[in-house]
T-cell receptor
Framework: DAGVIQSPRHEVTEMGQEVTLRCKPI?????LFWYRQTMMRGLELLIY????????DSGMPEDRFSAKMPNASFSTLKIQPSEPRDSAVYFC?????????????FGQGTRLTVV | GNSVTQMEGPVTLSEEAFLTINCTYT??????LFWYVQYPGEGLQLLLK?????DKGSNKGFEATYRKETTSFHLEKGSVQVSDSAVYFC????????????FGKGTRLSVIA
């Protein structure tokens, strides 16, 4: 398996523009997580899905952020409009739901810079 | 609630030095514990894990023992290499349900030759 695939790897955009980050989880995994990593706040969970259904989006910072999972093999995180403080590395991860000890597999991340 | 506290970095060591990165946790019930590693420019990778008290996880010369009495999961390596330079994250996942990992803030390790 190719692992969790995220695109793009790098994104530079101007303030006010819409940004869409994409994620393909590992086949067969039924949990998908979106995290944001910054120097100041570390790794923050934004939202997670189970069987394509959003379970907890309490980590989404503002209404400007939205996430969807239209099917088991694809998810998007959208920021509209983007702001400079959204600059961060965004990670997608997936896992199977069998037991609580199941590890999460991470993608390589999307480095977002909003200027 | 559930939380993980790990020692602040950065940690700088000479090659072949002994490494300890402290991690303590707060959790309801008996969580599974993990150490993840993030090499520069990459995502997080699982380094090792332990699922119950007194279990020892090990991988690539790293070890950590699940200590329930001290609620700790300290990471150790007897002799670090330059290639171990990375950010290390301690994490837990409650066994009470299918919930996400809870991460510590990460500890940056730099190993110099």
């Amino acid at each position: 398996d190719a692992g969790v695939i995220q695109s793009p790897r790098h994104e530079v955009t101007e303030m006010g523009q819409e940004v869409t980050l994409r994620c393909k989880p590992i086949s067969g995994h039924d949990y998908l997580f979106w995290y944001r990593q910054t120097m100041m706040r570390g790794l923050e969970l934004l939202i997670y899905f189970n069987n394509n259904v959003p379970i907890d989006d309490s980590g989404m910072p503002e209404d400007r952020f939205s996430a969807k999972m239209p099917n088991a093999s694809f998810s998007t995180l959208k920021i509209q409009p983007s702001e400079p403080r959204d600059s961060a590395v965004y990670f997608c991860a997936s896992s199977a739901s069998y037991r609580g000890d199941t590890e999460a597999f991470f993608g390589q991340g999307t480095r977002l810079t909003v200027v | 609630g559930n939380s993980v506290t790990q020692m602040e970095g950065p940690v700088t060591l000479s090659e072949e030095a002994f490494l300890t990165i402290n991690c303590t946790y707060t959790a309801t019930g008996y969580p599974s514990l993990f150490w993840y590693v993030q090499y520069p420019g990459e995502g997080l990778q699982l380094l090792l894990k332990a699922t119950k008290a007194d279990d020892k996880g090990s991988n690539k010369g790293f070890e950590a023992t699940y200590r329930k009495e001290t609620t700790s999961f300290h990471l150790e390596k007897g002799s670090v290499q330059v290639s171990d330079s990375a950010v290390y994250f301690c994490a837990l996942r409650p066994n009470s349900g299918n919930t996400p990992l809870v991460f510590g803030k990460g500890t940056r390790l730099s190993v110099i030759a």
